[in-house]
């Protein structure tokens, strides 16, 4: 079993639409989670950074974290054109704490 | 600015040829990546450095070296290019403890 585990999509919507992306891992002592962005032949760029449960915000994006099912996931609002991108959830794992990553989501926002 | 920067961003080579990528990073963080990216896949760690003169491999096995002689600087090395070899590479750094990595634009490396 992979240690994260992402909805590969693509997915799809139409400009305006609210986007859920989702990730589950498997080890129940990570502690902080990632959500990276990244365009087409560019490396990926921090979006959210959560640590605890509960909801974080930042403009029309929210990271939620279910540590009890051991779920993440990131919400976008009124979604965009431009928002259009692979969506990778990142998490420390391993005895070096280096970064382990979904498989990425793939979101196409039409105008 | 404090930046990180790849170079070259696309690099097409004959098989056996030696290539070196270049990651130089001017945000005085510690600790440095190596990752490597095929289309439509995750990002594996193929290498770190905690500091100058420490490196480690990553979870996925390469036949790519690294060396940090300097904080700045991260190059890694082919020694001979296989068809293989053909990936995104990305370098990223970050500030010791947990950190969050910063990325680079990549290296997109085609070896004919």
């Known amino acids: 079993q992979k240690e994260v585990e992402q909805d590969p999509g693509p997915l799809s919507v139409p400009e305006g639409a609210i986007v859920s992306l989702n990730c589950t891992y498997s080890?129940?002592?990570?502690?902080?989670f990632m959500w990276y962005r990244q365009y087409s032949r560019k490396g990926p760029e921090l979006l959210m950074y959560t640590y605890s449960s509960g909801n974080k915000e930042d403009g029309r994006f929210t990271a939620q974290v279910d540590k009890s099912s051991k779920y993440i996931s990131l919400f976008i609002r009124d979604s965009q054109p431009s928002d259009s991108a692979t969506y990778l959830c990142?998490?420390?794992?391993?005895?070096?704490?280096?970064?382990?990553f979904g498989s990425g989501t793939q979101l196409t926002v039409l105008p | 600015e404090a930046d990180i920067y790849q170079t070259p961003r696309y690099l097409v080579i004959g098989t056996g040829k030696k290539i070196t990528l270049e990651c130089s990073q001017t945000m005085g963080h510690d600790k440095m990546y190596w990752y490597q990216q095929d289309p439509g896949m995750e990002l594996h760690l193929i290498h770190y450095s905690y500091g100058v003169n420490s490196t480690e491999k990553g979870d996925l096995s390469s036949e790519s070296t690294v060396s940090r002689i300097r904080t700045e600087h991260f190059p890694l090395t082919l020694e001979s290019a296989r068809p293989s070899h053909t990936s995104q590479y990305l370098c990223?750094?970050?500030?010791?403890?947990?950190?969050?990595?910063?990325f680079g634009s990549g290296t997109q490396l085609s070896v004919l």
């Open positions: 990142a998490i420390p794992s391993g005895s070096a704490r280096q970064l382990t």
């Open positions: 990223a750094s970050s500030e010791s403890g947990h950190s969050v990595p910063f």
């Open positions: 080890n129940s002592a990570f502690q902080y």
